[in-house]
């Protein structure tokens, strides 16, 4: 039987890392939605284009191709894996993420690829708009402090300058603009199951999904 594990939940809240781990143990295919939203954010930043201006950035969509496959993210045929989270691209993609088109665009994208394969898709809408009749609905969440503390450590082992503050700085403008807007706001559906994971491990979060899953009897 084929099955869909939507996740949604605030930046830097352990989705990715959740998301790829249930794929290895599951073997199924791992759909992190963001990359798809920031890629295209990319290619209006490349091609220099005012993101607040919503007509020049749809003009935009229909010369844009994105592919995921494994780790890696490719806009029309490049790997921008890395490009995609820099600071300047994270804050550029919640501001392109508001606009109805891009969504449509995206989520059309992530529809084809769940239409053909079982997934564990990640993002902010998957359980209200994209997949809203995934059998497991999960909304990952944990304190802005422990996700701005991770985020810095990620970035610093990256070798990536920001102070913890600004990390901060940045999660909070993130949220207010993933949460207060128009279209597809981040929200936890009444279906969805809240795990807060401030003071839980990767392995222990997705050690919950996986009894859901068997509880379900979905493998
Ligand atoms: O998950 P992320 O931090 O890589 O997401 C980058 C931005 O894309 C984030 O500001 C919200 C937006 N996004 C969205 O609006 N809907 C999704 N399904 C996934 C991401």
């Known amino acids: 039987m084929s099955f869909q594990i939507a996740i949604d939940g605030p930046s830097a809240s352990g989705k990715t890392e959740v998301a790829k781990k249930l794929s290895e143990i599951l073997n199924i295919t791992a759909i992190d939605t963001g990359a798809i939203y920031r890629a295209f954010t990319l290619f209006c930043l490349k091609e220099n284009v005012d993101i607040n201006d919503n007509d020049s950035v749809i003009a935009l969509i229909p010369k844009v191709e994105v592919n995921l496959s494994k780790d890696k993210v490719y806009l029309n045929g490049e790997d921008v894996s890395l490009c ?27 529809r084809k690829i769940a239409n053909s394969t079982n997934v564990v898709m990640q993002g902010r809408d998957i359980t209200s708009v994209v997949l809203p009749n995934a059998q497991i609905k999960i909304f990952l969440t944990a304190s802005i402090e ?3 503390k991770r985020r810095f450590l990620e970035m610093q082992a990256k070798g990536q300058n920001d102070t913890y503050e600004e990390v901060l700085e940045n999660l909070k403008i993130r949220d207010k603009n993933d949460i207060t807007r128009d279209v597809s706001p981040l929200v936890k559906t009444e279906d969805s199951v809240e795990i807060d994971s401030s003071d839980l491990t990767v392995d222990q979060v997705v050690k919950i999904i996986l009894d859901i899953v068997y509880e379900k009897g979905l493998v």
């Open 146 to 148: 422990v996700r701005a």
């Open 84 to 110: 995609i989270r820099s600071n300047e691209v994270s804050i550029a993609t919640s501001i392109v993420a508001k606009i109805c088109e891009v969504r449509e665009f995206v989520s059309s994208i992530q």
